[in-house]
């Protein structure tokens, strides 16, 4: 049943459309009339039947109000009627455009003031002009109401990591809002977050407070591999008295280069005792 029925809706949508191209007999009438008006008036109509749009433009054209053909003219030449023929002429080219400030209220109670560009492009030149009234304005604020519902789910964290993933999500929104309008939304950008100078300064000192957490234990690890290195020192220098001596003398040799002052340390009786042996 429910196949039969979107069967039914897709018929009477296609009738509607071939039946939206049909003029009727009154209609008919009047183009003959404008032709014949052409016709006498010429050639000083033909400039008002010849029509020029550039190869980044599209024609839609209305004759009595009605689109022909159920599809856009160009690029180059076209003719129309003047008497019951109208037409819009549709940019296809890439347009940006910047998303006012916008205050946004976080997951976690946090206003923030975020700014964004959307950059789109109309890929169906009927659908902008015979769906929406003004296609550039209905977009822009579908964008500032999209940024502002897309920020309000997340944590100020993810808002300050995650730009690029709350950016594809706007995409992805705003395409699938703006595709009933012709619209092809590409790219969405988030510029800048601006928070609150309160919760910036907690923020510094939550960073410096942070750096000096690590700071203080890289420091200790660095204090406790040196005691263990001194206690191995002293250990090899216990068991060898020849070694310990050595170092008193490069120690000794060390500080007589640096000063240039005198310095007396008094020797070690170690060093004498071969000599008092000896006698």
Known sequence: MATQGKLDITSADEAQDKSSGKLGCFGWILVVISLLFIGVTFPLTIFMCVKIVQEYERAVIFRLGRIIDRKAKGPGLFFVIPCT??????DLRTVSFDIPPQEVLTKDS???CVDGVVYFRICCPISSVANVSDAHSSTRLLAQTTLRNALGTKNLADLLADREGISLDMQQTLDEATDAWGIKVERVEIKDIKLPQQMQRAMA????AGREARAK???AEGEMKASRALKEAALVMGEAPAAMQLRYLQTLAAIAGENNSTVIFPLPIDLLRGFLDGK
């Open 85 to 90: 023929d109208d037409f819009v002429k549709v």
């Open 110 to 112: 946090v206003t923030a």
């Open 205 to 208: 000192a939550e960073a410096e």
């Open 217 to 219: 234990m890289i420091a």
